[in-house]
């Protein structure tokens, strides 16, 4: 975030600037609040650069590559598919729940209607056989 003060240069007022375009999703801080430099004020989205953040079980894993296809089945879309590529797989799995985390980028041209956040299936083009 950029921050410069305000009309007049008192110091009461700051404006920010987010470094992306989007849309302002949560305010982390109230009114007043003292911050450091290191706190998250703000979550902004970017409706543009959807990403598909995907758990897949420990025992899939060694299946999962970048570049991969992915389709999504989203229940707020009536089930409608929105498809994606796999962009960063995890090197590790998470100890408490046994799975691998992979982040898929989501085609702009599918994600109409999507929500941030959203609940989805998704299935993993592997090649061989797809895995979910």
């Known amino acids: 975030m950029g921050v410069t003060t305000g009309a007049g240069g008192s110091g009461g007022e700051f404006l920010l600037r987010s470094p992306i375009a989007g849309v302002v999703t949560q305010r982390a801080v109230a009114l007043g609040s003292m911050v450091d430099t290191q706190a998250m004020l703000f979550e902004v989205v970017n409706a543009n650069a959807l990403w598909a953040d995907i758990d897949v079980p ?18 707020e879309l009536a089930g409608r598919e929105v498809g994606g590529k796999v962009e960063f797989v995890s090197p590790s799995v998470d100890e408490h729940t046994r799975t691998l985390r992979v982040r898929a980028r989501l085609d702009a041209a599918d994600t109409r209607g999507l929500r941030a956040n959203s609940w989805a299936e998704a299935t993993i083009r592997t090649g061989s056989s797809d895995r979910t």
């Open 58 to 75: 420990e025992t899939q894993a060694s299946y999962v590559r970048v570049g991969q296809r992915v389709v999504l089945r989203v229940r």
